[in-house]
């Protein structure tokens, strides 16, 4: 049995979308437990239990779900989100072998996205954003570090070992992830276990998230730093470089050199974008950078 853990803060068009669409999955032993702040006039059925939570945060509305879930799956997406019938179907299919405690897949843009939430879409996915840095194996399906609690698929006594940061407003999923793969589990990436997710646009809705989104990474690899955790510190590295390069370059002029590569990276990055998205993030990825850059200092400096 799966259950769904679904945190929101009031029921809307978005939510009752994200339900419509779980209902209609093709894997049919499940429970949906919806979190409301409070309930008002949210959808009926024997399938959906409810918990009014408060205005607390996600990671506190999940951990909720997970102590009254009666599912030996526990199944995460967002509220502004909405699964493939097949979603978990897939994910099961995916999560059977022993050693696997994590599946997860691709957050796609929804049919009704703006032009500028695709290109922060794309700009997360591609090889130079953070879809680089989640990254381990090769291939469709690959094993990653972590997955996104907007569409996670978790064994129940492993999240409920490790349960979400609740001092964290982002980030919470990453710890969980961590802490699954040290206790010697894999996390897997399957590009058939999809959801649709609406996420900030660029610019400055998807910069502010980002910068936040850094200053909480930051925590979490303060808290549990290892080699695989280096790759964080390079945007923060990037923007300390581009802040001190004037004095750098009053000293010697060879420390112009990487700056004269990074642009080619961000043209080989956006060549496969769609070329309404090419344009936007010819100038988003190096903003995501620094804005990403600047939080992680700040959470490691706090």
Not at 79 to 95: E, P, Q, T, V
Not at 142 to 170: G, I, P, Q, W
Not at 172 to 192: H, Q, T, V, W
Request: with cysteine; glycine share 6%; aromatic share 12%.
């Amino acid at each position: 049995m799966i259950s769904i853990i679904l945190p929101y803060k009031t029921w809307d068009v978005v939510v009752a979308k994200c339900c419509g669409s779980l209902i209609k999955q093709s894997y049919t032993d499940f429970e949906i437990i919806l979190l409301p702040d409070e309930r008002t006039r949210e959808r009926q059925g024997s399938l959906f239990k409810y918990i009014e939570t408060g205005p607390v945060l996600p990671s506190v509305k999940r951990n909720i779900g997970m102590r009254n879930a009666k599912g030996d799956v526990f199944a995460f997406i967002d509220s502004d989100a909405y699964a493939h019938k097949d979603w978990l179907k897939n994910a099961i299919a995916r999560l059977q072998p022993a050693s696997v405690g994590v599946v997860g897949g691709p957050n796609l843009a929804p049919e009704n996205a703006s032009w500028l939430e695709r290109a922060a879409i794309d700009m997360v996915y591609c090889s130079l954003g953070t879809g680089g840095s989640y990254k381990i194996g090769g291939g469709d399906v690959y094993e990653s570090r972590e997955m996104a609690s907007s569409n996670m698929v978790v064994k129940a006594h492993l999240a409920k070992e490790f349960v979400f940061d609740e001092t964290l407003l982002t980030s919470e999923d990453s710890k969980m992830c961590y802490d699954i793969r040290n206790a010697g589990f894999k996390i897997l990436y399957d590009p058939s276990v999809k959801v649709w997710h609406h996420r900030r646009p660029l610019f400055w809705p998807h910069l502010s998230r980002m910068f936040v989104q850094g200053r909480d990474k930051a925590k979490v690899v303060k808290q549990m730093f290892g080699k695989d955790k280096l790759i964080f510190f390079v945007p923060s590295m990037f923007t300390l470089y581009l802040m001190s390069l004037p004095l750098l370059l009053w000293w010697s002029k060879l420390f112009l050199i990487p700056l004269l590569f990074y642009p080619l990276a961000v043209l080989m990055a956006v060549w496969e974008m769609p070329i309404t998205t090419k344009i936007p993030n010819l100038l988003g990825i190096p903003l995501t950078h620094m804005f990403y850059g600047l939080g992680f200092i700040k959470g490691m400096l706090r």
